[in-house]
């Protein structure tokens, strides 16, 4: 976990050093079509690196959230396994998702955002729609880079409530606590509505990827005897007796 931490804190600051060559940053910690086919490291590169503070921080809050308990029963080194094939999960999720909507020009490139922003600013521009056709088609069908490590924290989370299905979390202050597989029952509620919706800056097609990756990695490294354990998956002897006490 601290090691974990400590790599995506060096990628942030990297996209935050004075003078940096944002456009190189985008193509080896970004993942999109281009960098898929050029630059396939980007696919794992991608779950390490985040441009904002609060985009990070958020994660790496998710990350320890979800990771500290699974972590000491899975051991380090199955947990990176988890980070990394999640992110990878994610990252490919995102680009078949945008392949299958379309968005298959070129990334908007640096002169292009700016040019954008401004416009947007001169001429208050609040929505995509509201700009000249021409400009508008170029938004749209252009691809749409994606980064973060969103993808490998749903992975870990799914992990998590397979195996502490009875652990309660509360994901900020004003909330109340949860099961685990509640607040992951959440998430994937809000991805389901969220990848309606155009437009949307989160990636959250690449969420349900990671989830999905999680929940199937945890399934069989258990029953393989991966992790050392026997007898049934927590989430789902759980499961089992909600039915028979007659609460399902």
């Known amino acids: 976990l601290m090691s974990l931490t400590g790599i995506n804190l ?12 944002e456009e190189w940053m985008m193509e080896n910690f970004t993942t999109d079509i281009a960098n898929t086919i050029e630059r396939p ?14 985009h990070i921080a958020g994660n790496m809050f998710a990350m320890w959230l979800f990771g500290f308990s699974t ?6 080194i199955e ?7 999640g992110g990878l999960s994610c990252s490919a999720t995102h680009v078949l998702q945008n392949i299958a909507t379309g968005k298959t020009q070129s990334p908007l490139s640096k002169e292009e955002r700016d040019r954008l922003q ?9 929505s995509i729609k509201d700009l000249p056709p021409q400009i508008r088609e170029r938004v749209e069908n252009a691809d749409k880079p994606s980064l973060g490590a969103s993808g490998s924290v749903m992975a870990i989370s799914a992990v998590a409530a397979a195996l502490f299905p009875l652990d309660n979390v509360r994901l900020n202050p004003r909330m109340f606590y949860m099961p685990l597989p509640v607040a992951v029952g959440m998430f994937i509620a809000s991805d389901l509505i969220g990848i309606t919706q155009d437009g949307s800056p989160t990636d959250h097609a690449g969420h349900l990827g990671g989830l999905l990756f999680g929940s199937l990695y945890a399934y069989s490294s258990w029953y393989s005897g991966r992790w050392g354990v026997a007898g049934q998956l927590p989430i789902i002897y759980r499961f089992k007796q909600l039915i028979q006490r007659g609460r399902l």
Do not use: C, T
């Open 10 to 21: 060096v990628v942030f600051g990297l996209w935050n050093e004075p003078g940096q060559d």
């Open 41 to 54: 490291w980007s696919l794992i590169m991608a779950s390490i690196s985040h441009q904002s503070f609060l």
């Open 71 to 76: 972590y000491r029963v899975i051991g380090g």
């Open 79 to 85: 947990f990176a396994k988890v980070y990394v094939l």
């Open 118 to 126: 401004r416009m947007a600013e001169s001429q208050g521009i609040q």
